[in-house]
C-alpha cells in the first residue's frame, strides 16, 4: 500500500504588495525587509524538521523564502511554476479600489468569487479561479505520488494554499469562503493518490 506524503504548504514572506493589499499573481515582487525577516525565522524554525525534499514557485518572494529553509538542510530547492499564484490579468498591481475604478464591469464578479469569471488580460491573460484550482490540486496530488513516505517543505502562494484548504475540506468552488493565509506560515497536509488531508492548519512559525 502506497504511504501518504506529508506536505508542508508555506506562504512566501511578505512583500511591499502584500502590505498595501496589491494583488501579485504572476508579478515578480521580491521580499521586503519584513518578509526577509519572515523568511529567515521561519527556515530557523523549521531547521528541526526531517525534510526530504524542498520545491518552490519560480517567482522570487517564494524562491528566496524555500532558500532560507534550504539554508538549515542539505538540500536543493527544486523549482516548479505550477505552484504560482493565481495569474490576475489587468487586475496585477491593483488594490480593491484600484479595481473597481478601473474595472467597474468586472469588479462586482470579482467580489463575489465567481469560480467562472474571466479577468481582463493584462501582460498575461488571467485565470479563473477554477483553472487555479484544478492546477494546484494536480500539482500537489502529483508530489503524493512523486514523493510516497517523504516529507516535502512546499513554498507557494495564498492561491494555493487556499485551493489545498478547499480541496482537504471538500469545498466547492461555488461556495466562498474566507480564510486567512499570513505569510510564512505552515499548513500541514497529508496527500496519498488523489486524497488531499488536512493536519494542522496555519502554524505562524516566522
Not at 532560507?68 to 487586475?91: C, I, M, Q
Not at 506560515?185 to 512559525?205: A, G, H, P, T, Y
Request: charged share 25%.
Amino acid at each position: 500500500m502506497r504511504e501518504a506524503a506529508e506536505i508542508l504548504i508555506i506562504r512566501h514572506g511578505e512583500t511591499d504588495w502584500n502590505a498595501v493589499r496589491r494583488l501579485q499573481g504572476h508579478s515578480d515582487i521580491a521580499l521586503n525587509e519584513t518578509g526577509l525577516e519572515q523568511a529567515r525565522l521561519l527556515g530557523k524554525a523549521l531547521s528541526e524538521e526531517n525534510l526530504d525534499v524542498i520545491i518552490s514557485s519560480d517567482l522570487l518572494r517564494a524562491l528566496r523564502t524555500a532558500e532560507a529553509v534550504a539554508k538549515w538542510h542539505n538540500l536543493p530547492v527544486l523549482v516548479d511554476s505550477s505552484f504560482r499564484e493565481r495569474s490576475y490579468g489587468a487586475f496585477e498591481g491593483l488594490d480593491r479600489d484600484g479595481i473597481r475604478r478601473h474595472f467597474p464591469c468586472s469588479y462586482p464578479a470579482w467580489l463575489a468569487v465567481d469560480p467562472d469569471h474571466v479577468l481582463p488580460a493584462g501582460q498575461r491573460p488571467a485565470e479563473t479561479i477554477r483553472s487555479l484550482y484544478e492546477r494546484a490540486t494536480r500539482a500537489i496530488r502529483g508530489l503524493g505520488a512523486q514523493y510516497p513516505g517523504k516529507k516535502v517543505a512546499l513554498v507557494t502562494h495564498y492561491g494555493i494554499v487556499k485551493s489545498a484548504y478547499r480541496a482537504a475540506k471538500n469545498i466547492s468552488l461555488e461556495e466562498r469562503i474566507k480564510i486567512t493565509v499570513k505569510n510564512a506560515s505552515v499548513n500541514r497536509f497529508l496527500v496519498c493518490w488523489d486524497k488531499i488531508e488536512l493536519l494542522e492548519w496555519e502554524s505562524q512559525l516566522a
